[in-house]
């Protein structure tokens, strides 16, 4: 039977993880590991939220693991060489891990192979522990991924999916397996002050919650900005905390609401398996239009008022406050704000991209960056040169004002669709509220981003 290793990476959970069901399937002993990645930091990923967030869940997961009899052991350093030196200490003959996505990743699982090969240990790569389908398992005739989403949806809904996996019940850990303190959250400065608690325990309590009390109305409510009737499960996912296979196998058959909410899931997926297929597209143009962007530099001041949600659109402004707050913000949100910033300003996506994955809690490559391509136009979207009008999205999708109400409390004060144009308020009556009239006029931008698509 032998020692395992388990490395934990974006599966930093007990239930359904295939990577830890097949240690302690497999093996006497277990370490599971979680290597602190300085790569991660230096490259620009580990922003405050997420730091906050990750320490949440190696907290959550060394406790869970303690009631069934092991412990998380948690090192600093290169992964592969810290991988090999507790592999070595234990004489492991296996190390177990998740396949991993993005270029990274993917780079980081060749070297591990190599360096344990090397030292005659094997390393067992699991798939769909990340994504509910493994990005590869289906393609379309002729190509390595799919770059519609329907004809995707189509064929991930016809994929055999696998039944979850439960957590172990016990574990042991070899004697003698040194291991760093945790991060604590109160170690991180720079949080957003709305910052959700994270760790298994919360997302399987916030799951359950959802399902019984939202889930049924999903489809209806979900782009409902003030309602904020969608699960709020992206963190979760992000970290792997919650597995997606259980997600979908916990509501399928569910009626309506819970099939739009694995049609979420599905889009996923589908980012995962762009990125999988086409790993420069984190910060390259999927498909190029030759855009020439206007630059931090070039549009400073717009760039800096839709950073700071002042730029005068309130609904734009309001999301923009809730991402700051919260880390977090409403998919609606998501897409006016960077579809303002890409296409009503021409700012180039990988600005607002940067900004996102500076905040976000689930910021993540596949997702944040893909679905900027999306909205900027660059991406998978069939309709790539559509601009979304703030004042429309705003009286759509907050009818009565309270999203923006509730971020923006300088326009407490407006009631009906006012509040999403303060500007036609009488010059005397609109001196009285403390909010910058609009930077750009939305006509012109809507104008010159056409023009430089060659679209006039
Ligand atoms: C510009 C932009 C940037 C984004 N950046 C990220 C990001 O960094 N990380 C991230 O997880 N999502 C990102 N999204 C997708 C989406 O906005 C969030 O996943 C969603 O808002 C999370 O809220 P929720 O968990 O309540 O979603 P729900 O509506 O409850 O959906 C359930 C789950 O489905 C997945 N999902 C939903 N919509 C999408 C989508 N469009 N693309 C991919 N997966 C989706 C998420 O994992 C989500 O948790 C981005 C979208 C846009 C337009």
């Given at each position: 039977m032998g020692v395992s290793v388990v490395l934990f990476t974006s599966n930093l959970r007990l239930h359904d993880n295939p990577p830890l069901h097949s240690a302690a399937r497999t093996a006497d002993a277990v370490v599971p590991l979680f290597v602190r990645d300085p790569a991660i930091g230096s490259a620009g990923f580990d922003a405050p939220n997420r730091r906050a967030f990750l320490a949440d869940c190696l907290a959550d997961l060394d406790a869970?693991?303690?009631?069934?009899?092991?412990?998380?052991?948690?090192?600093?350093?290169?992964?592969?060489?810290?991988?090999?030196?507790?592999?070595?200490?234990?004489?492991?003959?296996?190390?177990?891990?998740?396949?991993?996505?993005?270029?990274?990743?993917?780079?980081?699982?060749?070297?591990?192979?190599?360096?344990?090969?090397?030292?005659r240990r094997?390393?067992?790569?699991?798939?769909?522990?990340?994504?509910?389908?493994?990005?590869?398992?289906?393609?379309?005739?002729?190509?390595?991924?799919?770059?519609?989403?329907?004809?995707?949806?189509?064929?991930?809904?016809?994929?055999?999916?696998?039944?979850?996996?439960?957590a172990p019940r016990r574990l042991r850990v070899p004697d003698g397996v040194r291991s760093e303190p945790l991060p604590s959250r109160a170690e991180v400065s720079g949080?957003?002050?709305?910052?959700?608690?994270?760790?298994?325990?919360?997302?399987?309590?916030?799951?359950?919650?959802?399902?019984?009390?939202?889930?049924?109305?999903?489809?209806?409510h979900h782009d409902d900005l003030a309602g904020d009737a969608t699960s709020r499960l992206s963190p979760h996912l992000h970290f792997g905390t919650l597995s997606p296979v259980e997600l979908v196998h916990r509501s399928r058959d569910g009626?309506?609401?819970?099939?739009?909410?694995?049609?979420?899931?599905?889009?996923?997926?589908f980012h995962h398996q762009v990125l999988a297929a086409r790993p420069q597209s984190s910060w390259s143009d999927y498909r190029t239009h030759h855009d020439r962007w206007r630059t931090p530099r070039s549009a400073a001041r717009e760039v800096e008022a839709w950073r700071a949600g002042r730029t005068g659109?309130?609904?734009?402004?309001?999301?923009?406050?809730?991402?700051?707050?919260?880390?977090?913000?409403?998919?609606?949100?998501?897409?006016?704000?960077?579809?303002?910033?890409?296409?009503?300003?021409?700012?180039?996506?990988?600005?607002?991209?940067?900004?996102?994955?500076?905040?976000?809690?689930?910021?993540?490559?596949?997702?944040?960056?893909?679905?900027?391509?999306w909205v900027a136009g660059?991406?998978?979207?069939?309709?790539?040169?559509?601009?979304?009008?703030?004042?429309?999205?705003?009286?759509?999708?907050?009818?009565?004002?309270?999203y923006v109400r509730r971020w923006v409390p300088e326009l407490q004060g407006l009631?009906?669709?006012?509040?999403?144009?303060?500007?036609?308020?009488?010059?005397?009556?609109?001196?009285?509220?403390?909010?910058p009239g609009p930077i750009v006029d939305l006509t012109?931008?809507?104008?010159?981003?056409?023009?430089?698509?060659?679209?006039?």
């Open positions: 869970g693991l303690r009631e069934r009899g092991a412990r998380l052991v948690v090192r600093s350093g290169d992964v592969t060489e810290q991988v090999c030196a507790v592999a070595a200490g234990v004489d492991a003959d296996q190390v177990h891990v998740a396949a991993g996505v993005s270029g990274y990743a993917r780079r980081r699982e060749e070297r591990l192979r190599a360096a344990l090969e090397a030292e094997r390393l067992c790569v699991h798939d769909a522990v990340v994504t509910a389908v493994a990005p590869g398992e289906i393609t379309p005739g002729g190509g390595d991924h799919f770059a519609v989403f329907t004809p995707y949806l189509r064929h991930w809904l016809g994929v055999p999916m696998r039944g979850p996996l439960g949080l957003s002050p709305g910052l959700a608690a994270g760790g298994e325990s919360e997302g399987r309590r916030r799951f359950a919650r959802w399902r019984r009390d939202r889930m049924a109305a999903y489809h209806e009626g309506p609401g819970a099939d739009a909410f694995v049609r979420q899931l599905a889009w996923r997926d659109y309130p609904v734009v402004d309001a999301a923009m406050r809730q991402l700051q707050h919260e880390g977090w913000m409403h998919n609606r949100g998501r897409l006016l704000t960077a579809s303002f910033l890409a296409k009503t300003l021409y700012v180039d996506w990988r600005v607002g991209a940067r900004h996102f994955l500076d905040l976000l809690v689930d910021g993540d490559i596949p997702n944040n960056q893909l679905n900027w391509q660059t991406g998978t979207d069939t309709r790539p040169n559509r601009v979304l009008n703030p004042v429309v999205q705003g009286r759509r999708y907050d009818p009565h004002g309270e009631h009906g669709s006012l509040v999403h144009e303060p500007w036609r308020l009488p010059p005397a009556e609109r001196a009285g509220y403390d909010y012109e931008g809507v104008a010159r981003f056409r023009r430089s698509r060659g679209k006039e």
